[in-house]
């Protein structure tokens, strides 16, 4: 996409931000108006929080409307800041994750925590130094902190009946001063690969998983062994955050010793290369697992493997990922192999044939096999994290051939050193998933995916005419985009014999969902699952 607004369109690229903008802030207010916040106790400050959180990005993006978030040479290029997303879309994706329930979670105040945060810090950020700069700069930074003491406060009741206030409060402050540590972690090291936005959500969300873990663990030691059974029953969750630290923590640590240049470009390419790989990715998830054995008591080797291979239904899942994923190989080898002069509409019908893929893969496992779905998302991600661990760093023998492959199918979006396309597109498919959606919800990311995206695409570069302003996204793709994913939603609910939540319902999402993918210039892969899912949550 094009960024029609820094040539001549600079007005019509404001509008577009604004009207990104409305999009998150409605979700939130939708979330906090129909089911308030899960606190038993001070919710109505929390929801007074979040009120405050939906409404700043607006007025931010009124008083900048023609923001340019390419400016700094950390950022991704041909698109704004997302500081919009980078504010509300963890805390609209958590809280909808707690529609239904009644028990508070820890995340839910984390996520405002850092909301604030990430909020004083764009504020601040893009102050004029001026003659008032230090005030201002204090009056931000007291804002926030008196905003996170009365978090802190209001969400104690969630990280138990022992936590005090100044306890929250420290938790929240922590988590705060990490999630910028990450942000910035990320920005350094993966230059012109992340807008502001993404790179926040991003380290809110690492955080988050931290977070969680870590107070687990907190628990395990100071209450001894009474929890076994809780844990038992959630190793899924307990084997996804280890998946992901293990896989952060390894990450950053190879990327450090590759830097030093201690293996020199032979040795990186040979067997060293691949035996820092494994030692160092191997390293970190034995001990990870081993976090999660001493917490929950169970072996998770033992129960991954029991839950993939234990039921009838997952093997079934399993050999139709086999023979799909086989069937997928035999097509690339015999008509998709050269892409290197292909056309440009031949390379869009090539890439969004991975968007088709993957709905035609996990569809089915969230139908039948929805537990091994969830730990194949995550063994799917650690692989695509060791595949481009290789590649960037040029790891191993196979390094230079993975780059060479993986090289042509990138796009504008893909302008810093890692290549995102393919981790957008899973995360998009499988964060609905983690986050506990059941049915259309669960499904958001294979159906806005894998479906209604691949649709807006082939009908827009066939018949897109009219533009929408700001963007070069067409209004005929977007009606392709929302007639599609009406269409798929329908056959969800027919096949599961599901009535679902009314027909207009499902109207209004398609519409508002297709009308946010045309606007933002954030990942869509990313921000318009979570988007559909938080509806879907919000309506249901």
């Given at each position: 996409?094009?960024?029609?607004?820094?040539?001549?369109?600079?007005?019509?690229?404001?509008?577009?931000?604004?009207?990104?903008?409305?999009?998150?802030?409605?979700?939130?207010?939708?979330?906090?108006?129909?089911?308030?916040?899960?606190?038993?106790?001070?919710?109505?400050?929390?929801?007074?929080?979040?009120?405050?959180?939906?409404?700043?990005?607006?007025?931010?993006?009124?008083?900048?409307?023609?923001?340019?978030?390419?400016?700094?040479?950390?950022?991704?290029?041909?698109?704004?800041?997302?500081?919009?997303?980078?504010?509300?879309?963890?805390?609209?994706?958590?809280?909808?994750?707690?529609?239904?329930?009644?028990?508070?979670?820890?995340?839910?105040?984390?996520?405002?925590?850092?909301?604030?945060?990430?909020?004083?810090?764009?504020?601040?950020?893009?102050?004029?130094?001026?003659?008032?700069?230090?005030?201002?700069?204090?009056?931000?930074?007291?804002?926030?902190?008196?905003?996170?003491?009365?978090?802190?406060?209001?969400?104690k009741p969630a990280f138990g009946e022992t936590c005090g206030t100044m306890r929250s409060i420290a938790m929240l402050l922590v988590a705060s001063i990490v999630q910028h540590a990450w942000r910035s972690e990320i920005l350094r090291s993966l230059p012109r690969s992340f807008t502001m936005g993404?790179?926040?959500?991003?380290?809110?969300?690492?955080?988050?998983?931290?977070?969680?873990?870590?107070?687990?663990?907190?628990?395990?030691?100071?209450?001894?062994?009474?929890?076994?059974?809780?844990?038992?029953?959630?190793?899924?969750?307990?084997?996804?955050?280890?998946?992901?630290?293990?896989?952060?923590?390894?990450?950053?640590?190879?990327?450090?010793?590759?830097?030093?240049?201690?293996?020199?470009?032979?040795?990186?390419?040979?067997?060293?290369?691949?035996?820092?790989?494994?030692?160092?990715?191997?390293?970190?998830?034995?001990?990870?697992?081993?976090?999660?054995?001493?917490?929950?008591?169970?072996?998770?080797?033992?129960?991954?493997?029991?839950?993939?291979?234990?039921?009838?239904?997952?093997?079934?899942?399993?050999?139709?990922?086999?023979?799909?994923?086989?069937?997928?190989?035999?097509?690339?080898?015999?008509?998709?192999?050269?892409?290197?002069?292909?056309?440009?509409?031949?390379?869009?019908?090539?890439?969004?044939?991975?968007?088709?893929?993957?709905?035609?893969?996990?569809?089915?496992?969230?139908?039948?096999?929805?537990?091994?779905?969830?730990?194949?998302?995550?063994?799917?991600?650690?692989?695509?994290?060791?595949?481009?661990?290789?590649?960037?760093?040029?790891?191993?023998?196979?390094?230079?051939?993975?780059?060479?492959?993986?090289?042509?199918?990138?796009?504008?979006?893909?302008?810093?050193?890692?290549?995102?396309?393919?981790?957008?597109l899973l995360l998009g498919c499988a964060l609905p998933v983690w986050l506990g959606g059941d049915s259309v919800a669960g499904l958001a990311g294979v159906l806005s995916l894998g479906v209604a995206d691949t649709a807006a695409s082939l009908v827009g570069m066939r018949l897109g005419r009219v533009?929408?302003?700001?963007?070069?996204?067409?209004?005929?793709?977007?009606?392709?985009?929302?007639?599609?994913?009406?269409?798929?939603?329908?056959?969800?609910?027919?096949?599961?014999?599901?009535?679902?939540?009314?027909?207009?319902?499902?109207?209004?999402?398609?519409?508002?969902?297709?009308v946010l993918e045309a606007l933002t210039e954030q990942n869509d892969n990313l921000v318009v699952p979570l988007c559909m899912f938080a509806l879907l949550q919000a309506l249901a």
């Amino acid at each position: 996409m094009t960024d029609d607004s820094c040539s001549g369109g600079s007005c019509h690229g404001g509008q577009r931000l604004l009207y990104e903008a409305c999009i998150p802030a409605l979700i939130l207010t939708l979330l906090v108006n129909r089911y308030g916040v899960p606190i038993d106790s001070n919710s109505a400050v929390l929801c007074w929080v979040a009120y405050t959180l939906s409404l700043t990005p607006l007025v931010l993006r009124l008083a900048r409307r023609n923001n340019d978030g390419t400016k700094s040479k950390a950022f991704r290029p041909g698109a704004d800041d997302g500081a919009v997303w980078g504010s509300l879309l963890v805390p609209v994706s958590v809280l909808a994750t707690s529609v239904g329930s009644a028990q508070p979670h820890p995340a839910i105040v984390l996520s405002l925590g850092m909301s604030a945060s990430f909020t004083a810090y764009y504020q601040w950020s893009h102050l004029r130094r001026g003659a008032r700069y230090i005030e201002i700069s204090c009056f931000i930074w007291a804002l926030w902190l008196a905003c996170t003491v009365v978090i802190g406060y209001a969400g104690k009741p969630a990280f138990g009946e022992t936590c005090g206030t100044m306890r929250s409060i420290a938790m929240l402050l922590v988590a705060s001063i990490v999630q910028h540590a990450w942000r910035s972690e990320i920005l350094r090291s993966l230059p012109r690969s992340f807008t502001m936005g993404e790179a926040a959500v991003f380290a809110q969300g690492l955080t988050l998983v931290a977070s969680d873990f870590a107070l687990v663990l907190s628990h395990r030691i100071q209450n001894g062994a009474r929890d076994f059974a809780y844990w038992e029953s959630h190793m899924h969750v307990l084997c996804l955050e280890a998946i992901v630290l293990g896989l952060w923590v390894s990450a950053t640590v190879l990327a450090r010793v590759v830097a030093t240049g201690v293996l020199g470009k032979r040795a990186r390419r040979g067997v060293p290369g691949l035996a820092a790989l494994g030692s160092v990715f191997g390293g970190f998830g034995v001990l990870v697992l081993a976090l999660v054995s001493f917490i929950s008591h169970v072996n998770p080797v033992r129960w991954i493997l029991v839950t993939a291979l234990g039921s009838s239904a997952h093997r079934a899942v399993l050999a139709y990922w086999v023979v799909l994923l086989g069937v997928a190989g035999c097509v690339y080898a015999l008509g998709h192999g050269d892409v290197s002069e292909s056309t440009k509409l031949m390379l869009h019908v090539k890439r969004k044939s991975y968007h088709v893929l993957a709905a035609l893969m996990f569809a089915p496992g969230l139908v039948h096999a929805r537990l091994l779905l969830y730990l194949g998302f995550a063994v799917a991600v650690a692989g695509f994290v060791v595949v481009e661990c290789m590649r960037a760093l040029d790891l191993g023998p196979c390094g230079a051939s993975i780059n060479t492959f993986m090289r042509r199918f990138i796009d504008y979006r893909d302008a810093g050193p890692v290549v995102t396309a393919h981790f957008y597109l899973l995360l998009g498919c499988a964060l609905p998933v983690w986050l506990g959606g059941d049915s259309v919800a669960g499904l958001a990311g294979v159906l806005s995916l894998g479906v209604a995206d691949t649709a807006a695409s082939l009908v827009g570069m066939r018949l897109g005419r009219v533009r929408w302003p700001g963007t070069a996204k067409t209004v005929e793709g977007t009606v392709g985009f929302c007639a599609s994913l009406l269409a798929a939603i329908g056959a969800v609910l027919w096949l599961k014999g599901d009535a679902g939540m009314g027909w207009h319902w499902y109207a209004a999402v398609s519409a508002v969902v297709g009308v946010l993918e045309a606007l933002t210039e954030q990942n869509d892969n990313l921000v318009v699952p979570l988007c559909m899912f938080a509806l879907l949550q919000a309506l249901a």
